[in-house]
């Protein structure tokens, strides 16, 4: 529950791949569904629910939901979010970080959500790229 160096947290993921036998991307998807689906799912409830009724409307919210949770870690470098409503079943959800490397977590994540919110989605990675000093990626969500 206090900030330490993003050095750290690479060299667990180094060391767990190791361990695990499992490559980095494979072992970051798994947490990111491990993260939602044990963790959120126990400890912030609550917070996922009050962000949306469903995983479109909590998506869309998204761009937001770092903010509220500043208000309980101010500390922290959040992650940044942007969603294009492309049609009724179409979402595409633009990921920025200074954080290199970590779409992978990012994909588990939403496959995390679509089972802690029931609803079925197909989820693609379909660009990474930088754009000023930060790690972009783009995945589009079919439901
Ligand atoms: C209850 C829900 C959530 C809480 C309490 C939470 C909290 C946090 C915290 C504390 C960090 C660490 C940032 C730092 O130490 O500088 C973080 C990072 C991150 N969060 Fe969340 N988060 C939540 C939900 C989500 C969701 C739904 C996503 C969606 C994809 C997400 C994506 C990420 C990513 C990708 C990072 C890594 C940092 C980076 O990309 O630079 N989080 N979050």
Same mark, same amino acid.
Request: zero cysteines.
């Given at each position: $529950? ?6 750290? %947290? ?8 190791k !361990?695990?036998? #499992?490559? !980095?991307?494979a ?8 993260? *939602? ?10 917070? =996922? +629910? ?6 479109? &409307?909590f998506? *869309? ?8 949770? #500043?208000?309980?870690?101010? &500390? !922290? ?6 969603? #294009?409503?492309?049609?009724? %079943? %179409?979402?595409e ?13 990012v994909s588990?994540i939403? &496959?995390? =959500?679509?089972?802690?919110?029931? %609803?079925?989605?197909? !989820? ?5 790229? $930088?754009?000023?000093?930060? +790690? ?5 969500? +079919?439901?």
């Amino acid at each position: $529950m206090t900030n330490y160096s993003d050095t750290v %947290t690479y060299a667990l993921v180094v060391n767990a791949s190791k !361990i695990l036998d #499992m490559n !980095i991307q494979a072992l970051l998807f798994e947490f990111g569904k491990y993260w *939602v689906l044990t963790i959120a799912a126990e400890k912030y409830a609550a917070l =996922l +629910h009050s962000a949306g009724k469903g995983l479109r &409307e909590f998506l *869309v919210n998204l761009p937001n939901f770092h903010s509220r949770v #500043m208000l309980y870690y101010p &500390e !922290i470098t959040p992650p940044e979010f942007k969603v #294009m409503e492309l049609s009724d %079943t %179409t979402l595409e959800l633009h990921y920025f970080s200074k954080r290199p490397g970590l779409h992978p977590f990012v994909s588990g994540i939403l &496959e995390g =959500l679509s089972t802690f919110f029931e %609803t079925p989605a197909r !989820i693609e990675l379909i660009e990474t790229s $930088m754009e000023d000093e930060y +790690h972009k990626s783009v995945f589009s969500l +079919h439901f």
